[in-house]
């Protein structure tokens, strides 16, 4: 035993040595090119010094009016708009990663090191983090300094830590996720085109920072430090799963094959037709309609279920949290009383529901519509969030329902009654296909992290996608219709008998 832990200790040690190797030949490489060290550097001192310029003068002239407080608040903010620049435009760096090195034909040497792909992509990473993540923290320290020897102010000890943490987190995953751009692009001009959806969602969540900034509100902040590094980590997973060193040499140019494609569609959209063991070549022609069906309810949507098994607990999971999200939230805020009462329900009641401009109209066609349109819109956030946003959306409902169940126990109702009534009657049809929906949507986001083993991430997410098709056409969909009309139709009627008067 002692000699086996003496061997994987040292494997260990030269996997990491051979990784810190290419990590200094790297950056050694980089620091060498000064057409991106000046201009990172430049703009890593100016920028800073001007923003504690902008920072001194706003001051003054909040000061004007009576208004500290806004100064107060945009110091902060400025010390992190100040960590973010240096990053975005680092980005070339972790751009030029692998795709540089093939252009340049300096990528063959490397990919016929002994290194793994794992140690490789790895290797290639951490450097493409380091120089951006210094530059940072440089820029900051810049900034600091203007602010106390101009000003003499100086942040909260805590409020650093988080600000250092956000910066770093978002330096992980735009270079992460440009590191992918790198690996699985053909040239450095369609990496530049494709870092734009690298940048946009992180400028647009850092002007998300600036209003809880603004507010005050520091304690979202380290919820968003959490999602950032979960983020970062899927996306180094996923580099690393789909990192495959002779595709990179072999793939000169990306060409949109549409006719393969659909092809390929196709051809996961098909399924096995069955119907208790007859042959289907007997049946009459009329008839062969039940094969199909029986193909697809027997076998095939079974099989779509069972291979979507982890989404499913995730999804399931996510449930449960937003469950006691609700409930913590209904137990911290108390609605006014007059808000439920129950003993003035009536028809009347869900009659007037379609007055509230932000509930669809209060019909089998319109409540199906909003499910659907939200479901859809599942999917396809699910696509550039790795299924993350998909749960959300269904969590959300969800939490709000708790939240109320908590509130008429609160005031003095049965809780358990309460859900019975407004929830049960259609929630039975429409939970489970929304979970199913929501499931699927997952998948098809997490394709991207990790395919199929023997398909490529375009094949796999094909075949995620033909399946969320089927099962929402052929189950989602019934039930959602089923749970329309009774919450039209019945929930209303259960809830009067229940608590109206």
């Not at 978002?170 to 001009?189: D, H, I, K, Y």
């Not at 968003?224 to 899927?234: E, K, T």
């Not at 066609?365 to 269904?394: E, H, I, M, P, Y």
């Amino acid at each position: 035993m002692a000699a086996v832990t003496e061997r994987m200790r040292a494997v260990n040690s030269e996997s990491f040595r051979l990784v810190f190797t290419l990590v200094r030949r790297e950056i050694r490489d980089t620091l060498r090119d000064w057409r991106i060290v000046v201009p990172i550097f430049i703009l890593t001192i100016f920028f800073p010094a001007l923003m504690s310029f902008v920072a001194d003068m706003a001051l003054n002239w909040v000061a004007k009016y009576g208004e500290p407080v806004i100064g107060e608040r945009l110091l902060p903010f400025l010390l992190m708009v100040v960590g973010f620049f240096p990053i975005s435009f680092s980005l070339v760096i972790a751009l030029e990663t692998f795709v540089g090195e093939k252009e340049r034909n300096s990528l063959e040497p490397l990919l016929a090191t002994p290194l793994t792909d794992a140690q490789l992509y790895l290797g290639k990473t951490l450097a493409a983090m380091i120089p951006p993540l210094l530059a940072a923290y440089l820029g900051i320290i810049v900034y600091l300094f203007g602010l106390y020897f101009f000003k003499g102010w100086t942040p909260l000890p805590i409020l650093l830590v988080l600000i250092i943490l956000l910066t770093t987190a978002e330096g992980l995953v735009m270079v992460s996720g440009a590191v992918v751009l790198s690996s699985q692009t053909t040239s450095v001009r369609a990496a530049n085109l494709l870092a734009s959806f690298v940048i946009i969602p992180m400028a647009l969540l850092v002007q998300g920072e600036a209003i809880i900034m603004f507010w005050a509100n520091y304690d979202v902040l380290w919820w968003i430090v959490l999602f950032l590094v979960v983020v970062d980590v899927v996306l180094v997973r996923m580099g690393v799963h789909t990192f495959n060193r002779e595709g990179l040499l072999g793939h000169e140019i990306d060409e949109l094959n549409v006719t393969s494609l659909w092809r390929m569609f196709r051809r996961h959209l098909r399924w096995e037709r069955w119907f208790f063991g007859r042959d289907l070549q007997k049946m009459p022609a009329g008839l062969c309609w039940l094969g199909t069906l029986g193909g697809l309810y027997r076998c095939d949507i079974p099989a779509i279920l069972r291979r979507s098994w982890l989404a499913l607990v995730v999804v399931v999971v996510g449930l449960l949290f937003s469950v006691y999200i609700g409930y913590a939230f209904g137990a911290c805020y108390l609605l006014p009383p007059e808000v439920l009462q129950f003993e003035h329900v009536s028809a009347e009641t869900f009659a007037e529901l379609p007055a509230v401009d932000w509930l669809p109209a209060f019909t089998v066609l319109g409540v199906l519509s909003n499910n659907v349109r939200a479901l859809l819109l599942a999917g396809l956030l699910a696509v550039f969030s790795f299924g993350t946003l998909a749960v959300v959306l269904l969590m959300a409902p969800l939490a709000m329902v708790f939240f109320f169940v908590t509130q008429t126990a609160r005031l003095g109702y049965n809780p358990m009654l309460f859900f019975a009534a407004f929830v049960l009657p259609h929630g039975l049809l429409e939970l489970p296909a929304a979970t199913i929906a929501t499931a699927l949507a997952v998948r098809l986001g997490a394709t991207f992290m990790s395919p199929k083993p023997g398909m490529t991430v375009g094949e796999g997410w094909l075949w995620a996608l033909a399946d969320f098709i089927k099962v929402f056409v052929a189950l989602v969909l019934p039930l959602l219709v089923l749970a329309a009309a009774i919450e039209v139709h019945v929930t209303p009627a259960i809830v009067v008998w229940t608590f109206g008067g």
